[in-house]
């Protein structure tokens, strides 16, 4: 026998049961428990047991059975519609915390200083060609990358080395320019103020060069942010180096007229191990080769 509940009786601490919820919606949607519980995957008994409890609970009638079919009261008309909409938040919220899962990851690594704007335009690409698949970025110095590489770390990583090592596929060799403030006054000053990182590649390369030339400098910058050795050149300074086509926001190359020695060639190189199948690695490949490709 169902009894009807006022809004008073009502124990505010109760839950509904989402299965249950979910046996109405199949129930409503199908027109029968039959059909109902192959779309649920339960027995048929199971499916009625639990609209049952539900009546049970609720104190009203959720479907009245005519014509082979079984159709929703008007209490369960309502209790639909907010099933429906219950349905969605909690699936809605599941989807959201699940850890997500992707179809392939590749591992890669890429310097500082070639990082843009070449690899935000190739991620972006890529994943809307792969939705399902995921690419970690490390970025940080060459160095770093290849003991990284050696130790398994990364499928790929690019480099800037000076000369490239024997075996690794070149993608460009490029020239190493000077870069300073749009007035360049840190150029001209003397000894010649400089802003390296501590672990830059460029750094030695660039201290020979001076030294070569008999221009005396000093060190303008010991740590090792690259954002601040950025913020010390744009600001007038101090001077760095950077491969030609790659300059730094807020940044200039600086010309043969400062006075500065040639700094000679870096050459981008890719290192690859192999490991990385399928339509993604293939397309990643690829990607780096034309971004980066194409020797002096």
């Known amino acids: 026998m169902i009894v009807a509940l006022s809004r008073t009786d009502i124990d505010m601490s109760r839950n509904l049961e989402m299965s249950a919820l ?20 339960l027995t048929q008994s199971a499916v009625s047991m639990q609209i049952r409890r539900l009546e049970e609970a609720l104190g009203v009638q ?18 639909i519609s907010y099933a429906r909409r219950i349905m969605v938040l909690n699936d809605e919220l599941l989807m959201r915390l699940a850890p997500e899962s992707f179809d392939a990851e590749l591992r890669l690594g890429v310097p500082y ?7 935000p335009n190739i991620l972006r690409d890529l994943s809307i060609g792969y939705p399902k698949m995921r690419i970690n970025l490390v970025s940080s110095y060459s160095r770093t990358l290849k003991e990284g590489f050696r130790a398994g770390d990364f499928d790929m990583i690019l480099t800037t080395e000076f000369p490239p090592p024997e075996g690794v596929e070149v993608l460009a060799k490029r020239r190493l320019v000077w870069i300073g403030s749009p ?35 000093e060190n303008a910058f010991d740590g090792d942010s690259e954002t601040v050795v950025e913020a010390t050149v744009a600001a007038g300074l101090g001077v760095s180096a950077r491969i030609e086509g790659q300059v730094a926001q807020g940044c200039v190359e600086i010309g043969f007229d400062a006075g500065l020695p040639d700094l000679g060639h870096s050459y981008i190189c890719l290192y690859d191990s192999g490991q990385a199948k399928g339509d993604l690695a293939d397309a990643l490949r690829a990607a780096l080769r034309a971004n980066y490709g194409g020797a002096e």
Do not use: Y
């Not at 200083?113 to 690899?119: K, S």
């Open 22 to 41: 979910r046996a109405v919606l199949a129930v409503a949607d199908t027109g029968g428990v039959t059909r109902a519980a192959g779309l649920l995957n």
């Open 62 to 79: 959720l479907f009245i059975r005519a014509a082979r079919k079984m159709e929703p009261s008007a209490e369960g008309e309502k209790l």
């Open 113 to 119: 200083d070639i990082v843009a704007p070449q690899i």
């Open 183 to 217: 007035d360049q006054r840190a150029a001209n000053n003397r000894p010649l103020r400089l802003a390296f990182k501590e672990t830059c590649f460029f750094r030695p390369v660039a201290h020979a060069a001076l030294d070569a030339a008999g221009i005396t400098w």
